[in-house]
């Protein structure tokens, strides 16, 4: 459990270097590079998947030693009394440094690519990129081009400088909109007159039928959720004149309104979540309907309000489950399951299905989705539940101490060729992020169907080699083992906001990317052990995360 928490600080370390389409994470360094997003697949895909599982093998073993009663009473106070007392503290700071961190960006601003100094308007930089060979229409990884980001945020001398050196006004963008359409989505009149003036068309058609005079209608939930993952200020009432202004000039050039707004019920899906409209026209009604529900709960589950924090609330839920399957247990007298069925080989052969089905229905990256709401994803829930239920199984079984982990080396060397082959499918199926190499159902679906399969065959390949790794090489009791495993959870609970702060400050550093992120981590989690070991571990905040301690005392958090 240690590891995949002190796993999840250096994934973070490295999160201001993975070029993301969209910039959801609040530093965005100079030196990204595409390794990192493999880096942040591979350890996304199993880490959290181990966590679940040990922690369902320790919640059986407590069970057994105290009690139901014993067990929920513990956990509330290391689990839930955790969750809101640091969620509370730290959800308002970690928002704090998000718009910190914007706001320095857009001071510096940055211009270190075309798309970059088309926001800022750096125009002398728009030539310097283009003088180097940029091509003024291609688009970024969020499928924007330079002209669209210009037109977002209203740059009329960018925008003026990238149709000189020849931007196609017409371009479209991943989800089919023009920068005419981004103009008038955000009010921008200044820029919607000048890409009509050099011929863009007021009757362009996005792939959801949206026109430009339509973009002008959006609503505010959709506005600001749209603004909100581009990171693009929103001044209302500028923006309110503004698209009246553009409504007006637009009508006065025949712009025609969005003519199938009004019967298709998935509309303001497909706002939200662009790219879903081809998808769903392929779907039968009964299917859409579903879709309908399972949007809807997905969108609220994924409010971030317990941003890092959100495996505790998970983790309430999971033992909350396992505290009814276990009255249930015992008032109907279950016996153990067989020692096989945890500790064979063959455990995959059911292991695999009943963890595929959950996968199935997450699509937002590559392995499990990850929804910090208080409103549950039930498929992630049931994904996690698989893990965490195995593990309690496993717990009590000489044949799994004995057994399983055994092949680590084996495990370990056949997770790789797991993992190219599901982010091979991965590519091409697309993710939240990025576009599918098909829309056509026939092709999107053997796509999904190969990369859920590969991504839950990696999870449990590396759970079983890390199970063995770990007993080969940490067999026994150490005591600065102990002392990591007991910082642990501090460090993981604490160590976004300076990692993040770090990040932010040092993105624009020249460094190499390994030395800036060795840095960030480094830094972060040596200040944190020192504030662990003089202010937290012997005082009220060590013994809510860890139970009471003294001098003497060496126990292991549970």
Not at 39 to 55: K, N
Not at 179 to 204: P, T
Not at 514 to 541: D, H, Q
């Amino acid at each position: 459990r240690a590891f995949a928490m002190l796993l999840g600080i250096g994934l973070h370390g490295f999160m201001s270097f993975v070029p993301f389409p969209l910039p959801v994470w609040p530093a965005q360094d100079v030196n990204q590079h595409d390794g990192y997003f493999f880096a942040l697949h591979a350890i996304h895909g199993f880490r959290l998947q181990l966590f679940f599982l040990v922690s369902g093998f320790f919640t059986a073993m407590m069970f057994r030693q105290r009690g139901l009663r014993g067990l929920i009473q513990h956990r509330a106070k290391r689990i839930l009394l955790p969750l809101v007392v640091f969620t509370v503290l730290l959800s308002p700071t970690i928002i704090g440094i998000g718009i910190y961190g914007s706001a320095l960006n857009a001071q510096r601003g940055g211009n270190a690519t075309i798309w970059a100094a088309a926001k800022s308007g750096d125009v002398e930089a728009i030539h310097r990129h283009l003088a180097e060979g940029a091509d003024p229409s291609q688009p970024d990884a969020a499928g924007l081009a330079p002209l669209s980001w210009a037109a977002l945020l209203g740059q009329a001398e960018a925008a003026k400088a990238l149709i000189g050196a020849g931007a196609d006004v017409e371009a479209t963008d991943s989800d089919g909109t023009t920068a005419l359409h981004c103009a008038a989505f955000m009010g921008e009149v200044a820029v919607a007159r000048l890409l009509v003036e050099h011929g863009a068309d007021v009757n362009a058609t996005s792939d959801d039928g949206g026109t430009p005079l339509s973009a002008t209608e959006a609503d505010e939930l959709t506005t600001q959720f749209i603004a909100g993952m581009l990171q693009i200020p929103v001044d209302e009432k500028k923006m309110a004149s503004g698209r009246a202004e553009i409504a007006k000039f637009l009508k006065a050039k025949g712009a025609l309104p969005r003519q199938d707004a009004a019967e298709d019920p998935l509309a303001w899906l497909y706002l939200l979540v662009p790219g879903f409209e081809p998808i769903a026209g392929q779907l039968p009604e009964w299917a859409q309907a579903v879709a309908i529900v399972l949007a809807v709960n997905w969108l609220l589950a994924m409010i971030p309000i317990f941003a890092h924090l959100w495996f505790l609330y998970c983790l309430v839920w999971l033992v909350a489950g396992f505290a009814v399957v276990a009255w249930i247990a015992r008032k109907l007298n279950w016996k153990p399951v067989p020692a096989w069925f945890v500790a064979s080989p063959l455990r995959l052969l059911w292991l695999v299905p009943l963890t595929f089905v959950p996968q199935f229905f997450m699509v937002t990256t590559f392995g499990p989705d990850t929804a910090a709401s208080p409103i549950p994803w039930p498929p992630m829930l049931a994904y996690y539940a698989v893990f965490f239920g195995f593990g309690a199984l496993c717990h009590g079984q000489e044949a799994f101490e004995k057994k399983v982990g055994r092949l680590w080396p084996v495990s370990l060397l056949l997770a790789i060729p797991a993992l190219l082959l599901g982010l091979h499918w991965f590519g091409l199926r697309g993710s939240l992020f990025f576009t599918s190499a098909s829309n056509h159902l026939p092709d999107l679906l053997p796509n999904h169907l190969l990369c859920t399969l590969f991504s839950v065959l990696y999870a449990w390949l590396m759970v079983f080699g890390f199970i063995g790794l770990f007993r080969r090489f940490f067999p026994g009791g150490n005591q600065r083992i102990r002392y990591v495993a007991d910082s642990s959870y501090w460090l993981y609970v604490m160590h976004l906001p300076p990692v993040m702060l770090l990040q932010i400050w040092v993105s624009d550093w020249p460094w190499p990317s390994a030395v800036k992120i060795l840095g960030i981590c480094a830094v972060s989690t040596a200040a944190l052990l020192v504030i662990y070991e003089y202010a937290v571990r012997y005082t009220f905040i060590g013994a809510m995360l860890n139970g009471s301690k003294t001098r003497h005392n060496t126990d292991t958090f549970g």
